[in-house]
């Protein structure tokens, strides 16, 4: 579904963030993304969810390549994938059914219901997030992605700070939106990934 062809990144400053790599995300696979930190995982991420300008490279999706101006980005990247930052960027105050119908105007109070329930979290829909702990806030996070029913599901980093309990929770959400039809791909230098990954793309250092 996607394609990444000779993919780089290089900023302005001359910082090379990623040099040219080459991958392949489809329907049905949980894909690891891995390497050292600074390797350039949440930069390969970035491209292929369609927030980081390539600067070389090709990015196709569905067979067609990606062309380089913002409009058509965005339409693809609201249409078609949901992000899972590294760091969840939730309204404190606004409950967790209230963070996800922010994911979209079309997303209604049932729609963002169903994904909490995917996540688990269907009781606390109508509590404040700010009482929430972290694994459950990181859920909140991933039910807010999942609203809008991508077909691809992007993670940087959705388990690095969580204990191994909250971090497994994670790992079965991922593996239900695999089963679910999705792809999945999860930029993660957290070794306990091993197990659930079904394919491994390893990011060569900097
Ligand atoms: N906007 C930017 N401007 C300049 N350099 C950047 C920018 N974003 C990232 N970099 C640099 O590019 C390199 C790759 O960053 P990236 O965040 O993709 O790595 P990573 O493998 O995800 O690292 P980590 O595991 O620590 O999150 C790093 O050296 C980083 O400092």
Redesign the pocket.
């Known amino acids: 579904m996607i394609e990444l062809i000779d993919v780089s ?1 290089t ?3 001359g ?4 040099h040219p790599t080459s991958a392949r995300f489809g329907r049905g696979e949980l894909v690891w993304l891995s ?12 491209i292929a969810s369609l927030l980081v300008l390539e600067s070389t490279g090709t990015v196709i999706v569905d067979g067609q390549k990606v062309a380089r101006d913002d409009t058509t980005r965005n339409l693809v990247r609201e249409r078609r994938f949901g992000i899972v930052p ?1 760091t969840p960027r939730l309204f404190a105050e606004l409950t967790p059914a209230q963070n996800v119908m922010l994911a979209a105007p079309s997303i209604t109070r049932e729609d963002a219901e169903r994904a909490l329930g995917r996540v688990g979290l269907r009781q606390r829909a109508a509590r404040s997030v700010k009482t929430m702990s972290g694994g459950e806030q990181q859920r909140v996070s991933i039910a807010r992605a999942l609203a809008k029913d991508p077909d691809v599901l992007f993670a ?2 959705p388990t690095s700070s969580l204990d191994d309990a909250n971090a497994s929770a994670i790992w079965g959400i991922l593996r239900d939106a695999v089963d679910s039809g999705r792809a999945v791909v999860v ?1 993660s ?1 957290d070794a306990r990934i091993a197990g659930h990954a079904d394919r491994r793309v390893a ?1 060569g250092a ?1």
Do not use: F, R
């Not at 910082?15 to 990623?18: E, N, Q």
């Open positions: 990144k900023y302005g400053t910082k090379v963030a990623l390497g050292p930190s600074g390797s350039g995982k949440s930069t390969l991420l970035g590294q940087d980093e930029a230098h990011i900097v």
